[in-house]
C-alpha cells in the first residue's frame, strides 16, 4: 500500500516548462511501476506516461512525446515529470498513480493508488 501526494503544478505560459513530483509513502515504492495520467474540464481522465519500477523503461502518449519526460528517485520515494514546450491543451489536473501491472500499462484499471491531483494551466 501506498499513498501519494503530487506538487510542482501552477501557471505557465505557453512555451513554458513546470517540473511536477510524486511523494510516495511507504517503503515498497521501487516494487511498482509509475504512470501520470491528466484529467481536463469536460474530458476523460488520459494517460501521460510511465516508467518501470526500475526507472530503465518510460513509455509516452503520443501527444507529449518529445515533450515531456518521466524519471524517478527510488531512494527518495519519488516521481517526477518534466514538462517542457507546453501548449495550452496541456491544462488539466495531473494525477501520479502506482501500478503492479504488466508492461507497459497505459490503462486506468492497471493503476490502484492514486494522488489526489495537482493543476496545470498552460496560458496562450
Known amino acids: 500500500q501506498v499513498q501519494l501526494v503530487e506538487s510542482g503544478g501552477g501557471l505557465v505560459q505557453a512555451g513554458g516548462s513546470l517540473r511536477l513530483s510524486c511523494a510516495a509513502s511507504?517503503?515498497?515504492?521501487?516494487?511498482?511501476?509509475m504512470g501520470w495520467f491528466r484529467q481536463a474540464p469536460g474530458k476523460e481522465r488520459e494517460f501521460v506516461a510511465a516508467?518501470?519500477?526500475?526507472?530503465?523503461?518510460?513509455y509516452y502518449a503520443d501527444s507529449v512525446k518529445g515533450r515531456f519526460t518521466i524519471s524517478r528517485d527510488n531512494a527518495k520515494n519519488t516521481a517526477f515529470l518534466q514538462m517542457n514546450s507546453l501548449k495550452p491543451e496541456d491544462t488539466a489536473v495531473y494525477y501520479c498513480?502506482?501500478?503492479?501491472?504488466?508492461?507497459?500499462?497505459?490503462?486506468?484499471?492497471?493503476?490502484?493508488?492514486w494522488g489526489q491531483g495537482t493543476q496545470v494551466t498552460v496560458s496562450s
Open positions: 498513480a502506482t501500478s503492479k501491472g504488466q508492461w507497459p500499462a497505459i490503462q486506468r484499471y492497471d493503476y490502484a493508488n
Open positions: 511507504g517503503r515498497a515504492f521501487s516494487t511498482y511501476d
Open positions: 516508467i518501470n519500477w526500475t526507472g530503465e523503461r518510460s
